[in-house]
């Protein structure tokens, strides 16, 4: 018998591997009663100190019949010995503010993305995007209109989160379970197993490896996964289930 061909196999596993992943975030959110839009979430809610967030978006469903929304970003915080950065902290950096509806996109990678693909349509509508780590108040308030409306994008995205409250560190279990997930859903270099709808707005985002993923992430969408980070995660929902 001719020994199976590598690539098929290769697709067959990240086939089954994505099959699964996505079983363990449906029972995520089945013992913990979410998902959670971030434009009604705030500071008094109950949130985990630390963690990884899985954020969906309206509109963009996975392949097959009924197999619900597809993750469109992961993300965690704390990857510095020391920070001190909590899990709604960086959520709320995606968020932006809730009394203007404004934000801080050089505070939040998600936002700087989001708000490039929204350029695309209208690029005269703010030319100081992205430039700079800071900005005076008067670049700002002309920044203002398209936070708005980036507030409003990613406001309306569902998100799931699970708590892992280890220390903070470049070799956190946060860390693991990120960069392995992006590595599972990004599209880059490989066969799409379920792609951005055709209406994508990532697809107008001039970031190449936002467009080529189908994920609104930069870092970790070109590495490759190792499998056993999914026997990590089901443990740690086991145990989120536990506490609740």
């Known amino acids: 018998m001719a020994p199976p061909d590598s690539q098929s196999t290769s697709h067959a596993q990240r086939l089954a591997d994505l099959r699964r992943f996505y079983a363990l975030l449906d029972e995520l959110a089945r013992r913990t ?20 967030y899985f954020f969906m978006e309206p509109g963009e469903v996975r392949q097959g019949r009924n197999e619900g929304l ?14 001190r950065t909590t899990l709604w902290k960086r959520l ?7 009394r203007s509806g404004g934000g801080n996109h050089r505070g939040s990678i998600f936002r700087l993305l989001v708000g490039a693909a929204l350029l695309a349509d209208d690029p005269a509508l703010c030319v100081t995007w992205g430039q700079g780590n800071n900005a005076a108040r008067t670049i700002r308030e002309a920044e203002r209109e398209l936070e708005s409306r980036v507030s409003a994008v990613i406001g309306q995205m569902p998100f799931l989160f699970l708590h892992i409250g280890d220390d903070p560190g470049p070799q956190s279990l946060r860390g693991v379970i990120e960069r392995n997930a992006i590595a ?9 197993f379920d792609a951005a709808s055709k209406d994508w707005l ?5 970031r190449e490896r936002v467009r080529a993923s189908h994920l609104w992430n930069q870092n970790h ?22 506490r609740a």
């Open 92 to 98: 709320s950096q995606h968020k932006g503010q809730a």
């Open 184 to 192: 599972l859903l990004s599209n880059s270099g490989k066969t799409p």
């Open 33 to 52: 009663g979410e998902p959670r839009r971030l434009a009604e979430c705030s500071g008094r809610m109950e949130w985990p100190l630390r963690g990884v």
């Open 202 to 206: 990532g697809y107008r985002c001039p």
């Open 221 to 242: 969408v070109d590495e490759t996964y190792d499998p056993a980070f999914l026997d990590a995660l089901e443990t740690l929902i086991r145990a989120a289930g536990a």
């Open 70 to 83: 597809r993750i469109v970003r992961v993300g965690t915080h704390a990857l510095k010995d020391q920070s």
